[in-house]
């Protein structure tokens, strides 16, 4: 669908590295050869390692910390941190109650693993030896674990001064009375497990102060460079200049590296007491432990429809367990309040009602991790709908065809007023049951398998609705809203680009991507493009790289950079061919006329080193230019796929294997396929960790007990199969080259897909699950419970 | 995750390696392919004041087929076993089972005799070994004792090994050709230990069998007169006449109280039953 009319000619004859490319990332030289340089990396002389001490216990007061005479010094408590401030991560949302968490805890602990105490050694090991030397004296509290019973009367508070547990509540409304009297009403409860996000690299901190530059120079593992400096700043009442975020390279983000860290505020402060760098470096155990979690939902949700599956309304009570603080940026409210707004999906309903609440509970903060709340949502929406088949006689599949947004309704406001801005769901759910072969699977079914197993077939489809805009997030109120998105683009004097985003690449691609903006723009040869990021020294400020914004707004800004760049440089050009500037374009990295052509390289050496042959009125800006970019409607761009999966379940011993999974996807135009393809297999790999394996359970006590790799279980290469892919591509009108955010999609709908097919599998036998992840136990559980229904009373 | 500060010491035979264990005043723990101690050490759950380190100990590697046993030292690896560099007297079922143990990495260090000592009842040897008859030797600076792989385990992580004393040699009986092997496993994942492991070396013709049901919270069940999980007696058509009543029995009388655990436990010991049969 897309035309290649539609783009600027400066790419000419270099096409093959413009947008559409496949082409090989140029960040996996370094970082294949294990070249790259993370934050564990960094080397600084006179450095020391931080360890903590972390609460033990999920709620207690502290009657007292005790440090080892040997080792005072060495430890550093909140009355050592006097003058810093607690994280506040407020939301605008009415009713909405305000957390405040200590960097180092004051007064009580509110989570297994809080930081109370922090050591400080030449090496970890030391570090972590002093830790254990620390004693803390700490008087028990019941713990809120459960998110529903926190909020039932009489339950233990997280925030005594709240009055109860929960952040916010919402309410969102259009009048479901209408839908009451449908025949087919189905009501259940569904649940998604607390997650961990497990980047291969974990979080880490390195402090330092550079009194030249009266400067903390801060290297962090983090996602939102810009943001974790206004954050710090407020909590050391620091002045921002006087604070450098450097963001290394990074071994995956996921949205667990967008927060301020109290770590991070507590290493700032050592660095500037001390007066030497100072380390710390989270371990897995930390990780598992004590520093995020994310996908703790609750559903309890009605689906009404007609007889033939059309939906006549959803009514929906969510609670999202959020943990015990608010997390900046973030805050403690947007997943929950995010689902009442994209419960609905891409589908067609006249009536809705949806209430959530955000409870705080006595666990480590939730953070919006890939996906965010939608692979909740996508999670009890399409579960709901294979029950509303089965109600209606009708396939799955065939339900969502009757429900889904037509491609000519485009552009969409959905009924929660999401402005939907192109594409053909129906077209990708129809090519992604084609491509399963629901009847091959329904004839297999009525075979059955030599092997005692069941299989079964599951389809869902979301929307992925990303590069939110100022419009969007302003309504939030939290401590960032996304405005212009900039961009700085320079030609070196040897004629190379570099470019400058705020945006930062954990995993993305973004150094090849941006460069193939760019080489679409002015023609530049993509390996003379060099991509700077991750430093706010460096870099424009930005809100950072979340919510699979950075391709549509860092990719906009390039490209607008560029395009003043071109320009600039075709003037320059004309002067020097002797030509109307009218009479000269920018093509293929030169800037041709009827008399011949000059090379940006010529251009270039021009401007830096023969300025007495510029056009005197050339602009002084030179070939450097800074340039800002919103789409057109900053509503954010929606890409959606159709997943279909299926599955075979052992109901003797629990165990599901994915024997086929397809993805239709649609992210609009791709700058690199190859990339997207890379991105859908991680999130599908992810997603296939929510669906079976990873969960973080947590004992009355609010204990976590998954508490290493052992326990907490990630899907590995052998259990995530290869899917098939396939592209469709309808352009965004509203952004440059119509493109969308895609970062996300892949782990959004394989909970929901493999769910449905495993439910399909195990329905004769009278089995439905509507928790995730889908584990042995489970299954067993349920077919053991579903045999004892069946037998007859004794 | 870093360990507490201990002592190292890398004795250069076996006889010093039990003179530094069997003198040593502080609490001390052997270690070979590291596997399961390392990470406990990493984690703290172990602090060890001294580490003996029994990796380069030739005698321990060595392997001699004695009569009608095979002896193996304490130090061969899964990988040894995996790959084929050790004589086979169990026609390939050793083989089988080392070559799915955890991942390749962890087969490449681990050993036979560490995973025993270690005791996890997830771990495969524990159960494997212990269908297969197997017996250890256990020395110290007093000598040396025999035990069976069922007064070996005495419970999860709790092994017969006195302070002192290692295992030297584990005796696997050849196994014979009227006997069929069958073990299964379940794992959550592809590497993950199991939870929940079957285990059965029967000879129909000599009516004999050991079953064992492993990876429960507990030493594993050991069944040595097995006769009544298949109706009374065993026979050729033992697949056929296996009770799963009376392994769920078995289980619930080791304390495994959640119905769903002992189903999941049952079927496994029935594929494996089905495997011998097969």
């Known amino acids: 669908m897309r035309s290649e009319r539609e783009f600027p000619s400066a790419g000419g004859a270099g096409a093959g590295q413009g947008v559409g490319a496949r082409l090989p990332r140029k960040e996996d030289d370094r970082l294949m050869r294990g070249r790259g340089q993370f934050v564990a990396d960094i080397r600084l002389a006179g450095l020391q390692d931080v360890a903590f001490v972390r609460s033990p216990l999920a709620h207690a007061l502290i009657r007292g910390i005790h440090v080892p005479e040997r080792f005072r010094g060495s430890v550093f408590t909140a009355a050592d941190l006097a003058g810093v401030n607690p994280i506040r991560a407020v939301s605008g949302l009415p009713g909405f109650k305000i957390s405040e968490q200590p960097v180092l805890a004051t007064g009580k602990v509110r989570q297994v693993g809080e930081l109370v105490a922090m050591c400080l050694a030449p090496t970890r090991a030391e570090a972590e030896d002093i830790a254990a030397a620390v004693m803390l004296d700490l008087e028990e509290l019941p713990a809120v674990h459960d998110m529903r019973r926190a909020r039932e009367p009489g339950s233990a508070l997280v925030h005594e001064h709240w009055g109860d547990n929960v952040f916010l509540e919402t309410n969102f409304e259009v009048d479901i009375s209408g839908a009451l009297d449908a025949p087919i009403k189905v009501s259940r409860e569904i649940s998604t497990a607390r997650q961990c996000m497990s980047p291969l690299e974990g979080r880490g901190v390195v402090a330092t102060f550079d009194h030249r530059l009266d400067q903390l120079t801060l290297y962090s593992s983090a996602q939102m460079p810009h943001i974790t400096r206004s954050g710090l700043a407020e909590c050391l009442g620091m002045e921002q200049g006087r604070i450098r975020i450097v963001s290394p390279d990074v071994g995956g983000g996921f949205g667990h590296k967008g927060i301020l860290l109290p770590e991070e505020v507590c290493l700032s402060w050592l660095t500037m007491r001390r007066g030497h760098p100072v380390r710390w470096t989270e371990d897995r155990r930390e990780h598992l432990i004590a520093s995020s979690n994310c996908r703790e939902h609750h559903y309890r949700i009605t689906v009404y429809a007609d007889r033939d599956g059309r939906l006549r309304g959803i009514d929906c009570e969510a609670t999202v367990d959020s943990g015990a603080y608010s997390s900046y940026p973030f805050s403690a409210c947007l997943e929950a309040a995010q689902v009442a707004s994209i419960l609905p999906g891409p589908y067609l309903m006249p009536a809705y009602r949806c209430r959530t609440f955000s409870v705080a509970t006595n666990k480590c903060p939730i953070l919006p991790y890939r996906g965010v709340a939608r692979t909740g949502v996508c999670f009890a929406l399409e579960l709901m709908l294979d029950l509303v088949a089965a109600e209606a006689g009708l396939e799955p599949g065939e339900v969502r065809l009757r429900n889904l947004v037509q491609p000519e309704q485009m552009p969409f406001d959905n009924i929660t007023n999401k402005h939907f801005d192109s594409g053909d769901y129906p077209e990708a759910m129809r090519r992604a049951l084609a491509a399963i072969d629901v009847e091959g699977v329904r004839e297999r079914q009525r075979k059955g398998e030599a092997d005692g197993r069941r299989i079964g077939v599951g389809v869902s489809i979301y929307c992925e609705q990303a590069a939110h805009g100022t419009s969007v997030y302003s309504g939030w109120g939290i401590p960032m809203v996304p405005g212009h998105e900039q961009a700085s683009a320079r030609l070196t004097p040897d004629g190379g680009l570099e470019l400058r985003v705020g945006v930062h690449s954990h995993g993305q691609g973004m150094e090849t991507t941006l460069a193939q903006v760019a080489h679409e723009m002015l023609g530049v040869d993509v390996a003379k493009v060099r991509i700077i990021l991750g430093d706010t020294a460096m870099t424009p400020y930005s809100t950072g790289t979340w919510g699979s914004r950075s391709m549509v707004m860092a990719g906009g800004a390039v490209a607008t950079a560029c395009r003043e760049l071109g320009e600039r440089a075709r003037r320059i050009g004309a002067k020097l061919l002797q030509h109307d500037p009218a009479a000269v374009v920018l093509q293929n990295g030169e800037v041709r006329g009827v008399n011949g052509s000059v090379t940006l390289k010529e251009i270039a050496h021009t401007w830096y080193r023969r300025p007495q042959d510029l056009p005197a009125d050339v602009d002084p800006g030179g070939l450097e230019v800074t340039a800002g970019y919103k789409p057109q409607r900053d509503t954010g761009t929606f890409s959606y796929a159709a997943h279909a999966a299926i599955v075979a379940v052992d109901p003797d011993l629990g165990e599901v294997e994915i024997l086929d999974y397809v993805i239709v996807e649609d992210g609009g135009v791709l700058v690199n396929p190859m990339v997207v393809d890379g991105q859908i297999y991680g999130g599908l790999a992810q997603g296939i960790g929510t669906a079976l394996y990873e969960e973080m359970p947590f004992d009355a006590a609010g204990q976590p007990l998954a508490t290493t790799l052992a326990d907490y279980l990630l899907p590995g290469p052998t259990e995530v199969p290869t899917p098939r892919l396939d592209h469709m591509e309808t352009p965004s009108p509203y952004t440059q080259f119509g493109v969308k955010g895609i970062g996300e999609g892949g782990a959004i709908a394989p909970p929901a897909a493999i769910a449905n097919a495993v439910n399909d599998a195990l329905r004769p036998l009278g089995v439905e699950l509507m928790q995730s992840p889908i584990t042995p136990y489970r299954v067993v559980e349920a077919v053991l419970a579903a045999r004892d229904a069946e037998r007859p009373a004794a | ?278």
């Open chain 2, 1 to 278: 995750m870093k360990p507490a500060p201990f002592g190292y010491e890398c004795p250069r035979d076996l006889q010093a390696a039990l003179a530094v264990l069997g003198e040593a005043k502080a609490s001390a723990k052997i270690i070979a392919g590291g596997q399961s101690l390392g990470p406990m050490l990493n984690l703290r759950l172990v602090e060890p004041q001294l580490i003996v380190d029994i990796s380069g100990l030739a005698e321990l590697k060595q392997v001699e087929r004695r009569g009608d046993e095979l002896v193996l030292g304490a130090c061969v690896t899964h990988a040894d076993i995996e790959d084929g560099r050790i004589p086979d007297v169990t026609r390939g079922a050793m083989q089988r089972v080392a070559g799915n143990i955890a991942y390749r990495a962890v087969r490449n260090r681990g050993t036979v005799g560490g995973s025993l000592s270690h005791a996890d009842p997830a771990a495969d040897w524990v159960s494997a070994l212990s269908a297969l008859g197997a017996r250890l030797t256990l020395r110290s600076l007093s000598g040396a004792r025999m035990v069976t792989m069922e007064d070996f385990i005495v419970g999860a992580l709790e092994s017969a090994l006195r302070d002192g004393e290692m295992v030297e040699t584990i005796h696997v009986p050849a196994m014979p050709a009227s006997a069929h092997w069958g073990y299964a496993k379940s794992c959550r994942k592809t590497g993950e230990f199991a939870h929940a492991i079957g285990a059965i070396l029967i000879d129909p013709s000599a009516a004999t069998a050991r079953v064992v049901i492993g990876a429960i919270e507990s030493a594993p069940i050991v069944i040595t007169s097995a006769a009544e999980l298949f109706g009374g007696r065993i026979a050729g058509d033992y697949k056929g006449r296996f009770d799963a009543r009376v392994a769920d029995v078995l289980l619930a009388k080791a304390g495994v109280s959640n119905a769903a655990h002992r189903h999941i436990h049952v079927n496994v010991l029935k594929r494996a039953v089905s495997e011998a049969a097969a």
